[in-house]
């Protein structure tokens, strides 16, 4: 993984002198050595972390790949998720990447049509499963059903059609969560609502379900219009991956007209937050599962404040300087994605990418 890391901090040097957009320096052979690492991990069983509740004896036996036989490894069911997310990313922006066929031998046998069944029935058949990754797993099931809606062709079109009871399920279990969530979470980990709701957001939109956008758009609202001077000066937790406070500014700008975004986050934020947030978050120990996570914290940052960065307008001095600080922490966390380090090679590639192609 060393070659990566070289070719990572070349990519970077290029951009800091480059003003061009960072997805027109993400190079082919960056993203051919960044998809090693979910190809990697999606077929690897163990180390696992389930995140199984047993109904009794007989399911607590069962191995991950038993339970879930398209999304078992890479550690745990999310990050196989968009460990999947990510290839698909890849093979659009690059079709003539390198081990295409191997990659796509990969997707096929995760989207084999009754692997994915048996995946939208795990929500159903157990007691206690219909809470399973709710809502972080959810987002990034509905972002992969996005990615292959959208890719014209006859491969991604049918494993969309395979992917569909399980996103399905997911919609269906959401739709009937929003109108009990009484109240957000704030956590800078999986079940943030905020990063959720982005995420569903976007596939409401792109397969035109007013009903559950309408519901989104709903509790975005009643959760967060209203929220002012929030705490964003008390961030990170010691193994945040997200922002809880950039990840609500994210979600509103989607809602909003740009000038009623602008005019709520300037409430929203006052500057001491704005000046916490611009800090580089510490990563003290690259070999520990929860501190890596705060390499994820800089490149979900980015992202945020990129999005958040095209909604204001040019006179708005944020502008600038969210602009700037997106490109500077990716350029600073993206040769540390691949740490040679389960704890972050398992997921932090798919970060990366959405954080340079969002």
């Not at 049509?113 to 206690?128: G, H, I, P, R, S």
Request: proline share 5%; with cysteine.
């Amino acid at each position: 993984m060393k070659n990566l890391k070289t070719i990572l901090i070349l990519f970077f040097f290029i951009l800091r002198i480059n003003s061009f957009a960072q997805e027109s320096l993400f190079t082919q052979e960056i993203a051919e050595k960044l998809a090693e690492l979910p190809m990697h991990c999606i077929s690897q069983e163990f180390p696992n972390k389930t995140g199984h509740s047993s109904d009794g004896a007989e399911d607590h036996k069962l191995l991950p790949s038993q339970l879930h036989p398209s999304f078992y490894g890479c550690l745990d069911w999310h990050s196989s998720v968009h460990g999947h997310w990510m290839l698909v990313k890849l093979l659009k922006q690059f079709p003539e990447i390198k081990d295409r066929e191997k990659i796509i031998r990969t997707l096929e046998n995760s989207f084999e049509a009754e692997k994915l069944k048996t995946e939208a029935e795990y929500f159903t058949k157990y007691k206690t499963t219909k809470t399973f990754e709710r809502t972080y797993g959810w987002a990034w099931i509905l972002k992969l059903d996005q990615e292959l809606l959208t890719w014209d062709d006859p491969m991604a079109q049918k494993w969309h059609k395979n992917l569909q009871p399980l996103t399905n399920e997911v919609v269906r279990l959401w739709s009937d969560y929003l109108p009990k969530q009484t109240y957000p979470n704030r956590t800078g980990v999986h079940p943030n609502t905020a990063f959720g709701l982005c995420f569903a957001l976007d596939w409401a939109a792109t397969t035109k379900n007013e009903a559950f956008e309408m519901a989104i758009i709903g509790r975005a609202n009643q959760f967060y219009y209203y929220q002012k001077d929030a705490p964003a000066y008390l961030e990170p937790d010691g193994s945040d991956f997200l922002s809880p406070n950039l990840e609500i500014a994210d979600l509103m700008r989607r809602i909003m007209s740009p000038k009623e975004f602008e005019a709520w986050f300037a409430k929203f934020l006052y500057k001491t937050s704005i000046d916490n947030l611009l800090k580089m978050p510490v990563v003290s120990d690259r070999t520990d599962f929860q501190i890596v996570h705060l390499d994820g914290l800089s490149l979900s940052r980015a992202w945020c404040m990129k999005g958040i960065a095209s909604t204001f307008s040019p006179k708005n001095p944020l502008k600038t300087k969210f602009e700037k600080t997106s490109k500077e922490f990716l350029e600073k966390t993206l040769p540390n994605v691949t740490s040679g380090n389960y704890g972050g090679d398992h997921w932090l590639a798919s970060f990366a990418v959405y954080a340079i192609f969002d």
